[in-house]
């Protein structure tokens, strides 16, 4: 079983993730986002809509939606630094978001852009210099119905 297989048998695993989240992400598990799926090119993160992340205007607050969006396709570029050959460091560059329904029910987020994280990782390996690739995630309610999209660029740089 490769490094990366290994993580994500762990990610996959309900209680190492919520004592993953518990170390590094104590807001998430506040949030209750749960990672619902994830393979080598596809994760879903889903958001419960609750009390806590609650707006005045009785939908999900956008910044809690963005922590979900954000971990979609987060977790696709930590299992891939963490399976690279060299020490790579990441950063989210930029994001931007459309909001085209209140959110009003559990929200699942989807990326399936893995690959396009991973050939980044290897290119910013093999010429030493930092690259970045921008990933979508689209959020669908309990109803099928979109109600974001969230784009975020990612950059990777091999650690001196």
């Known amino acids: 079983?490769?490094?990366?297989?290994?993580l994500l048998a762990s990610v996959r695993n309900p209680w190492k993730m919520r004592?993953?989240?518990?170390?590094?992400?104590?807001?998430?598990?506040?949030?209750?986002?749960?990672?619902?799926?994830?393979?080598?090119?596809?994760?879903?993160?889903?958001?419960?809509?609750?009390?806590?992340n609650k707006?005045?205007?009785?939908?999900?607050?956008?910044a809690a939606l963005a922590m979900a969006a954000e971990l979609?396709?987060?977790?696709l570029a930590l299992t891939s630094v963490q399976a690279a050959s060299k020490p790579v460091s990441m950063l989210v560059f930029d994001m931007n978001a459309n909001f085209t329904k209140k959110a009003?029910?559990?929200i699942i987020f989807t990326c399936?852009?893995?690959?396009?994280?991973?050939?980044?990782?290897e290119e910013s390996?093999?010429?030493?210099?930092?690259?970045?690739?921008?990933?979508?995630?689209?959020?669908?309610?309990?109803?099928?119905?979109?109600?974001a999209e969230f784009n975020f660029t990612w950059t990777f740089k091999v650690k001196s």
Do not use: H, R, W
């Not at 079983?1 to 290994?6: A, F, H, T």
């Not at 399936?112 to 990782?121: H, R």
């Not at 030493?128 to 309610?141: A, C, H, L, M, R």
């Open 104 to 106: 009003k029910s559990k």
């Open 1 to 6: 079983m490769s490094k990366k297989e290994k």
């Open 72 to 75: 979609s396709t987060g977790i």
């Open 55 to 62: 707006n005045p205007f009785q939908s999900i607050y956008f």
């Open 125 to 147: 390996i093999k010429t030493g210099e930092g690259k970045t690739v921008t990933v979508n995630t689209v959020g669908i309610d309990e109803a099928g119905e979109q109600v």
């Open 19 to 52: 004592m993953y989240m518990l170390k590094k992400l104590p807001l998430a598990l506040i949030a209750g986002l749960k990672i619902m799926e994830i393979d080598d090119n596809k994760a879903s993160v889903s958001i419960p809509f609750k009390y806590i």
């Open 112 to 121: 399936t852009q893995g690959d396009e994280i991973s050939q980044a990782i």
